[in-house]
């Protein structure tokens, strides 16, 4: 069965090649020009990667990419952008992102990280998949790995592949110090510079996720890593 790609792009040459390409090598692509129309066109065409440049006529990537997670919290999106300034990269992530390739690029780059995407969405990567089955409590928190869940007093919040597995290991890991490169290793496969701040990121969203319980804290040990505060 083939892969079934969202790419949206403004730039018919480049987008052109894209496609062909990744058609070339098996994957089933739809090709959005408009910003406007890339939301309509996920929920029709129900992708399983999507590919994002940022600068688009009547609605960028970023805001796109907004919409999508509340479609599809796990859904893997890749930016493809010139923009090189480092709070381009950050924003991209914050607005739901996965990763970011810079223009001018690669297909062998453009592919690999997409196929490197798809294999953690689909929990393809065994060091990083979460096993628990019993719900882990968190102070007020109750965490069920498996279905991806945080509940509240009732209340649902679904959470992406990534967040999911961030909260897994720094709950299991209570109280020590957890480092930075060993959660980046496990769950983005490196400690690049991007990956790096694409945690700073999750990090963020779930000490906001977690601030209706003062108990429990995330606390970053500067040079170092992250040290879980819970019940």
């Known amino acids: ?35 406007q129309r890339a939301l309509p066109a996920f929920e029709q065409f129900r992708p399983d990667i999507c590919v994002l440049d940022v600068m688009l006529p009547h609605k960028d990537g970023y805001a796109i990419a907004t919409d999508i997670r509340q479609l599809n919290p796990g859904l893997p999106i890749i930016f493809l952008t ?8 950050l924003r991209g992530f914050q607005s739901g992102g996965n990763d970011y390739v810079r223009k001018p690029f690669s297909m062998e780059e453009l592919i690999a990280r997409m196929h490197n995407l ?20 968190i102070g007020r928190y109750v965490f069920v790995p498996l279905r991806y869940e945080l509940q509240l007093d009732g209340h649902v919040r679904k959470l992406s592949h990534r967040e999911a597995e961030l909260l ?9 110090v957890v480092q930075r490169r060993a959660i980046l290793n496990q769950i983005w496969g490196d400690d690049s510079f991007f990956n790096s701040r694409n945690l700073d990121v999750y990090i963020t ?3 906001d996720y977690l601030r209706d ?4 804290e995330i606390l970053t040990i500067k040079g170092v890593g992250y040290r879980f505060v819970a019940e």
């Open 1 to 35: 069965m083939k892969i079934k790609v969202l790419y949206v792009e403004d730039e018919p040459f480049l987008g052109r090649i894209v496609k062909e390409s990744l058609e070339s090598r098996d994957f089933e692509v739809r090709m959005v020009s408009d910003g």
């Open 82 to 89: 010139a923009k090189t300034q480092t709070e381009d990269v």
């Open 118 to 137: 798809l294999q953690i969405a689909s929990n393809g990567t065994p060091a990083s998949a979460p096993v628990d089955k019993e719900p882990i409590h």
């Open 168 to 176: 897994r290991i720094l709950s299991e890991n209570r109280t020590a």
């Open 205 to 207: 969203r779930l000490r």
């Open 213 to 216: 319980d003062p108990a429990v």
